[in-house]
T-cell receptor, first 117, second 114 residues
Framework: AQTVTQSQPEMSVQEAETVTLSCTYD???????LFWYKQPPSRQMILVIR????KQQNATENRFSVNFQKAAKSFSLKISDSQLGDAAMYFC??????????????WGLGTSLAVNP | GAVVSQHPSRVICKSGTSVKIECRSL??????MFWYRQFPKQSLMLMAT?????????EQGVEKDKFLINHASLTLSTLTVTSAHPEDSSFYIC??????????FGEGSWLTVV
């Protein structure tokens, strides 16, 4: 079965500092996507970053980057220069690539990130 | 970028009545839409997957007769909560997938059944 595990229910970081959120997953597939979504208090789900499993290079989006370790099935999110607006729930998610009509996401339980001024 | 609009954002209904929530993809054709329920401080729970023109696929434990899903066009899916009860009060989110690899989310709908 495909599962996504976020082992940190809550994290905190000082403004301007760097924080890393962990995510591990389990799958027997070789082609898949991994995502980090942010859910602020407004509840809107916002895509933070996406990684294709076939790409060795770690994805980066401005202050957000991932450390993708395919063999270890690990997909951590690093937030650099943390800002107050980064405070939110962060969800790690997975889906297989060649899914046809079955493109559902498998979700982790989330990590609540607090940013301290 | 792609936009998914969900309406209404908040709705209050009386126990025993039905309420409909709409999910629209505004600038792309969504071949597949997903409906989630989210309890406070929890992750998203997938309720069902709907593909345009076919019956929705419900996750185990979700009552298909209570949560009616219709995906009549490539830009619109609806979730109807029938004979709503207070325990159906929750945050419901839809998401849509086009031909690309990213799934986009609606703003969510708060349902309160009184």
């Amino acid at each position: 079965a495909q599962t996504v595990t976020q082992s940190q229910p809550e994290m905190s970081v000082q403004e301007a500092e760097t924080v890393t959120l962990s995510c591990t997953y389990d799958t027997s597939e070789s082609d898949y996507y991994l995502f980090w979504y942010k859910q602020p208090p407004s509840r809107q789900m916002i895509l933070v970053i996406r990684q294709e499993a076939y790409k060795q290079q770690n994805a980066t989006e401005n202050r957000f980057s991932v450390n993708f370790q395919k063999a270890a099935k690990s997909f951590s999110l690093k937030i650099s220069d943390s800002q107050l607006g980064d405070a939110a729930m962060y969800f790690c998610a997975y889906r297989i690539t060649n899914a046809g009509n079955n493109r559902k996401l498998i979700w982790g339980l989330g990590t609540s990130l607090a940013v301290n001024p | 970028g792609a936009v998914v609009s969900q309406h209404p954002s908040r709705v209050i209904c009386k126990s025993g009545t039905s309420v409909k929530i709409e999910c629209r993809s505004l600038d792309f054709q969504a071949t597949t839409m997903f409906w989630y329920r989210q309890f406070p401080k929890q992750s998203l729970m997938l309720m069902a997957t709907s593909n345009e023109g076919s019956k929705a696929t419900y996750e185990q434990g979700v009552e298909k007769d209570k949560f009616l899903i219709n995906h009549a066009s490539l830009t619109l899916s609806t979730l109807t909560v029938t004979s709503a009860h207070p325990e159906d009060s929750s945050f419901y989110i839809c998401s849509a997938a086009g031909n690309g690899n990213t799934i986009y989310f609606g703003e969510g709908s708060w349902l309160t059944v009184v």
